[in-house]
């Protein structure tokens, strides 16, 4: 049972347009969601994350939105840059008496195309 | 500051031997998780430790296990390896859940071949 689920496999983005990654969860006892990049052979990389009593986090050009009704968040990244092509992970802790466990996504691997 | 370390990078054992990896968290984390990634399952939840203590475990066998020092270093240990072992293993660090701003941090990988 898949608890985080990442629909997209990949995205197609021009550089300096916005990239909007999505995600959906079904577990409502996670507190936590992380969002990671990652490149091959190499340990994912933490960009930015949200509480759960929080609907919006932003750090510079990343900004995480979640929607607990909908029990869906999205990572907007805004001007997207060649650079940002990865792979990005969505991940959800949840309150399992204290543990930092993550569930995560499958990935959606992003291109921002020059 | 510096961040989570792994060692070593990359490994190639044999069917059968057992193998043993080796993770430094960030300085003041006390909880460290592992984690294997494969290109069909993703990133799956190995165990966590913090202040040497076992916290969580996932499904994996038995033959996966691991500790955690008291300067919070941790090493795992898959013994009687399987081809199917062969993975990026990978080592996270947080300060656990004593913090308003939750930050879960990883290291580069081991890179792990049975053959």
């Known amino acids: 049972d898949q608890q985080v689920k990442q629909n997209s496999p990949s995205l197609s983005v021009q550089e300096g347009r916005i990239s909007i990654l999505n995600c959906d969860y079904t577990n409502s006892m996670f507190d936590y969601f992380l969002w990671y990049k990652k490149y091959p052979a190499e340990g994912p990389t933490f960009l930015i994350s949200?509480?759960?009593?929080?609907d919006k986090n932003e750090d510079g050009r990343f900004t995480v939105f979640l929607n607990k009704s909908a029990k869906h968040l999205s990572l907007h990244i805004v001007p997207s840059q060649p650079g940002d092509s990865a792979v990005y992970f969505c991940a959800a802790r949840g309150p399992q008496g204290g543990s930092e466990k993550l569930v995560f996504g499958k990935g959606t691997k992003l291109t921002v195309n020059p | 500051k510096a961040g989570v370390t792994q060692t070593p990078r990359y490994l190639i054992k044999t069917r059968g031997q057992q193998v043993t990896l080796s993770c430094s968290p960030i300085s003041g984390h006390r909880s460290v998780s592992w984690y294997q990634q494969t290109p069909g399952q993703g990133l799956q939840f190995l165990f966590e430790y913090f202040s040497e203590t076992q916290r969580n475990k996932g499904n994996f066998p038995g033959r996966f296990s691991g500790r955690q020092f008291s300067n919070s270093r941790s090493e795992m240990n898959v013994s009687t390896l399987e081809l199917g072992d062969s993975a990026l293993y990978l080592c996270?660090?947080?300060?656990?859940?004593?913090?308003?701003?939750?930050?879960?941090?990883f290291g580069p990988g081991t890179r792990l071949t049975v053959t």
């Open positions: 949200i509480s759960s009593i929080k």
């Open positions: 996270a660090s947080s300060k656990g859940r004593d913090r308003v701003v939750y930050e879960q941090y």
